[in-house]
């Protein structure tokens, strides 16, 4: 029985190093793997064929598989590297977490205070958030489907197992009784729900996060859904007459059995008590943030377009505070920073900023004149710029804007590499080369010929140009010194 036809099938043993066991489940069995050459820990998730009795359980494998893929990469969601068969398994390359799973760590610490409650919360929304976005819905949101990505307080959540969802539509009623008995939506027990189901399930999990039981509880699963349906909320046993009323609020929205009043994606981006992580108010922008904004302003189109291709290639690592900044000035969630977003993120964050300053920031770093801010325009303002300053992150971004492969960028590629910035003639590309062509051949090469420092050279234009007075530099040999700021 092969699953897939056009799947390459090498051995996973000549690829990886097969390790010890990190866990076992009802399909099989999650083993820890090491790339050969660069010995890079990943998790292989390894099912064996003899539990995939029918069709159906195959399906359901392919379908795990296909989605994992669309939804990655993603923050919260644990990449899928390779899948391999053979005549007994199918394995599945993924993201090794080192942290184990996010029940694991609750049993542990019992209760969450309010302010990490809300940021593994948080990571969670985000999870479903992007699920919905893609027309998938998840029917199985539990601490259990989610692994930390390592032993401290800090460490991230990964969504790991996403064997029942499915692709919905919107307005389309599903009706497979699937998900777990304690994380169960009521409208799923009459096997008519929607995409509403897993707003229940976020529920269900805050209120674990916050007092450490289950709202709904019984010896069996009968019992459990019974009072899934029926029982009342308890905020009376403690910890709960300390939790705050916001906190409270936010559950039972989350947890109303009338799907059409439950609270919402958009209600959660908008919840005081969520904006807030349990009562922290948003801290100041650290300055760099602010001046790195302007210096990107003050580029020509072309290196904005540059600087936008480079910054794709930065790591998790290097951008981690900058996706949560970027997070946090996203209020509905939508994916982008609108002007009102935007001013009201840093009024918040720089009460002296004038509007009309804040008006000139946002134009300046919305390249494609859209009206908003997407993540890759924020990134690419907010990025330290020295951490683009590596070959290999050169290289890619040149050999994204060089369209042909031969070396240099021609007005045409210029044009089309702008077209993120609106409408550009090939005479305005022309005009717009003439910026950076030193040697005044008409287009940009890479690195140029050394034995002609006049030649034009992309990685140049990269380093130079920022018109900063310097200031940049003082601010890249502070990063580098103190570290004060993971941006």
Same mark, same amino acid.
């Given at each position: 029985?092969?699953?897939?036809?056009?799947?390459?099938?090498?051995?996973?043993?000549?690829?990886?190093?097969?390790?010890?066991?990190?866990?076992?489940?009802?399909?099989?069995?999650?083993?820890?793997?090491?790339?050969?050459?660069?010995?890079?820990?990943?998790?292989?998730?390894?099912?064996?064929?003899?539990?995939?009795?029918?069709?159906?359980?195959?399906?359901?494998?392919?379908?795990?598989?296909?989605?994992?893929?669309?939804?990655?990469?993603?923050?919260?969601?644990?990449?899928?590297?390779?899948?391999?068969?053979?005549?007994?398994?199918?394995?599945?390359?993924?993201?090794?977490?080192?942290?184990?799973?996010?029940?694991?760590?609750?049993?542990?610490?019992?209760?969450?205070?309010?302010?990490?409650?809300?940021?593994?919360?948080?990571?969670?929304?985000?999870?479903?958030?992007?699920?919905?976005?893609?027309?998938?819905?998840?029917?199985?949101?539990?601490?259990?489907?989610?692994?930390?990505?390592?032993?401290?307080?800090?460490?991230?959540?990964?969504?790991?197992?996403?064997?029942?969802?499915?692709?919905?539509?919107?307005?389309?009623?599903?009706?497979?009784?699937?998900?777990?008995?304690?994380?169960?939506?009521?409208?799923?027990?009459?096997?008519?729900?929607?995409?509403?189901?897993?707003?229940?399930?976020?529920?269900?999990?805050?209120?674990?996060?916050?007092?450490?039981?289950?709202?709904?509880?019984?010896?069996?699963?009968?019992?459990?859904?019974?009072?899934?349906?029926?029982?009342?909320?308890?905020?009376?046993?403690?910890?709960?007459?300390?939790?705050?009323?916001?906190?409270?609020?936010?559950?039972?929205?989350?947890?109303?059995?009338?799907?059409?009043?439950?609270?919402?994606?958009?209600?959660?981006?908008?919840?005081?008590?969520?904006?807030?992580?349990?009562?922290?108010?948003?801290?100041?922008?650290?300055?760099?943030?602010?001046?790195?904004?302007?210096?990107?302003?003050?580029?020509?189109?072309?290196?904005?377009?540059?600087?936008?291709?480079?910054?794709?290639?930065?790591?998790?690592?290097?951008?981690?505070?900058?996706?949560?900044?970027?997070?946090?000035?996203?209020?509905?969630?939508?994916?982008?920073?609108?002007?009102?977003?935007?001013?009201?993120?840093?009024?918040?964050?720089?009460?002296?900023?004038?509007?009309?300053?804040?008006?000139?920031?946002?134009?300046?770093?919305?390249?494609?004149?859209?009206?908003?801010?997407?993540?890759?325009?924020?990134?690419?303002?907010?990025?330290?710029?020295?951490?683009?300053?590596? !070959? =290999?992150?050169?290289?890619?971004?040149?050999?994204?804007? %060089?369209? #042909?492969? @031969? *070396?240099?960028?021609?007005? $045409?590629?210029?044009?089309?590499?702008?077209?993120?910035?609106?409408?550009?003639? !090939? =005479?305005?590309?022309?005009?717009?080369?003439?910026?950076? %062509?030193? #040697?005044? @051949? *008409?287009?940009?090469?890479? $690195?140029?010929?050394?034995?002609?420092?006049?030649?034009?050279?992309?990685?140049?234009?990269?380093?130079?140009?920022?018109?900063?007075?310097?200031? %940049?530099?003082?601010?890249?040999?502070?990063?580098?010194?103190?570290?004060?700021?993971?941006?």
């Amino acid at each position: 029985m092969s699953m897939w036809k056009d799947i390459v099938r090498p051995a996973l043993e000549d690829d990886y190093e097969v390790g010890h066991v990190l866990g076992k489940g009802t399909y099989g069995t999650v083993r820890l793997v090491r790339k050969r050459g660069s010995g890079e820990p990943w998790a292989c998730k390894t099912i064996s064929k003899n539990q995939l009795v029918t069709r159906h359980d195959i399906e359901d494998v392919r379908r795990e598989v296909e989605l994992l893929n669309l939804l990655t990469p993603h923050d919260n969601i644990a990449g899928v590297d390779r899948v391999y068969e053979d005549s007994n398994s199918v394995h599945i390359i993924i993201d090794y977490c080192e942290g184990g799973e996010l029940f694991d760590r609750i049993t542990a610490k019992g209760t969450f205070s309010e302010q990490e409650a809300a940021s593994v919360f948080l990571q969670m929304v985000e999870v479903v958030r992007h699920c919905h976005s893609m027309g998938v819905v998840h029917r199985d949101i539990k601490p259990e489907n989610f692994l930390l990505t390592d032993g401290s307080e800090a460490g991230e959540l990964k969504a790991c197992d996403f064997g029942l969802s499915t692709y919905f539509k919107t307005g389309e009623v599903m009706r497979d009784l699937v998900g777990s008995a304690y994380y169960v939506a009521p409208e799923v027990l009459h096997r008519h729900y929607g995409r509403e189901c897993d707003l229940w399930s976020l529920g269900v999990v805050l209120y674990i996060l916050l007092c450490g039981l289950p709202p709904f509880w019984g010896s069996t699963e009968a019992e459990i859904f019974k009072s899934v349906l029926e029982e009342e909320l308890d905020f009376q046993t403690a910890p709960w007459p300390a939790v705050s009323e916001g906190a409270k609020a936010l559950v039972k929205g989350l947890l109303d059995r009338d799907p059409g009043a439950r609270l919402g994606l958009a209600d959660l981006a908008r919840d005081p008590w969520l904006r807030e992580r349990g009562g922290s108010r948003a801290a100041p922008l650290p300055p760099m943030v602010i001046q790195r904004m302007k210096a990107f302003a003050r580029m020509t189109k072309l290196k904005k377009a540059a600087v936008l291709s480079a910054a794709k290639y930065l790591t998790k690592d290097q951008i981690q505070g900058l996706r949560e900044l970027f997070k946090s000035f996203d209020e509905n969630g939508d994916g982008v920073v609108s002007f009102a977003e935007f001013e009201r993120g840093l009024a918040s964050r720089e009460p002296n900023m004038a509007l009309l300053e804040i008006r000139q920031v946002m134009e300046d770093v919305d390249v494609d004149g859209s009206g908003s801010i997407d993540y890759e325009e924020f990134i690419a303002a907010t990025a330290n710029l020295s951490q683009l300053e590596r !070959e =290999e992150t050169f290289i890619k971004a040149f050999r994204d804007m %060089d369209k #042909n492969g @031969d *070396g240099t960028l021609t007005a $045409a590629e210029v044009a089309e590499a702008l077209d993120q910035t609106g409408s550009m003639t !090939e =005479e305005e590309a022309h005009n717009l080369i003439a910026c950076h %062509d030193l #040697n005044r @051949d *008409g287009v940009i090469d890479y $690195a140029g010929n050394a034995a002609r420092d006049s030649s034009p050279k992309f990685v140049s234009m990269l380093r130079a140009g920022e018109d900063s007075g310097g200031s %940049d530099r003082s601010l890249r040999t502070i990063h580098r010194k103190h570290m004060v700021y993971s941006f």
